[in-house]
């Protein structure tokens, strides 16, 4: 199963438009998680306590943890996230800090390293942006989480960027990655 955690707010995102693409060419059903409509909060003190007594006790029945069961059984990640502000929607912030249980999505191993749990073997980050794109704040933290924390080897880059410069073709930008992905260039 796919899971595709959408992080984009408006009806006509242009970063959704390149998730469905890459959702086309993987084929196969998926589960979509449309953050915006989850209603997840920031840990908090009392839901940060409640966990860890929970979780010192191998309990993870308790809704709270569906989250994370759900990304860590997934067999591939599909995450499209529009780049505001220099990195991804702030919802995507509170996912990540809801679903990285101990013994659902990582554990530890003797020495105090991450061992990564997750099913997935790929996670593709999708973004669009009006100006130049740098990754390091968004694809690199999503990159380096993947690959040390959740055990997910290999992350793909999709991405179309400059489309509010005066101009530019935001259309034909959008076209050209589309055809790109649909041509077999990220699979």
């Known amino acids: 199963m796919t899971l595709y955690i959408n992080c984009c707010v408006r009806e006509e995102s242009r970063t959704d438009r390149l998730a469905q693409a ?59 996230a529009p780049y505001w502000d220099l990195s991804f929607p702030s919802t995507l912030k509170i996912y990540i800090e809801n679903i990285y249980v101990t013994g659902i999505v990582s554990a530890y191993d003797e020495s105090g390293m991450p061992v990564g749990l997750c099913k997935a073997k790929e996670l593709y980050y999708i973004t669009t942006a009006g100006g130049p794109y740098d990754p390091t704040y968004s694809y690199g933290y999503i990159e380096s989480l993947a690959k040390n924390y959740f055990g997910i080897p290999k992350t793909h880059l999709v991405k179309a960027e400059m489309l ?19 041509g077999n260039a990220i699979l």
């Open 22 to 80: 890459v959702l086309q060419k993987l084929g196969g059903d998926f589960t979509e998680l449309k953050l915006y409509e989850e209603n997840l909060k920031p840990l908090d003190r009392e839901t940060l306590n409640k966990r860890t007594a929970l979780i010192k006790q191998g309990d993870y029945s308790d809704p709270m943890f569906d989250h994370a069961k759900q990304f860590a059984s997934a067999d591939t990640i599909v995450i499209a």
């Open 164 to 182: 509010d410069i005066i101009g530019n073709d935001a259309e034909e930008i959008l076209n050209q990655e589309v055809s790109r992905i649909l």
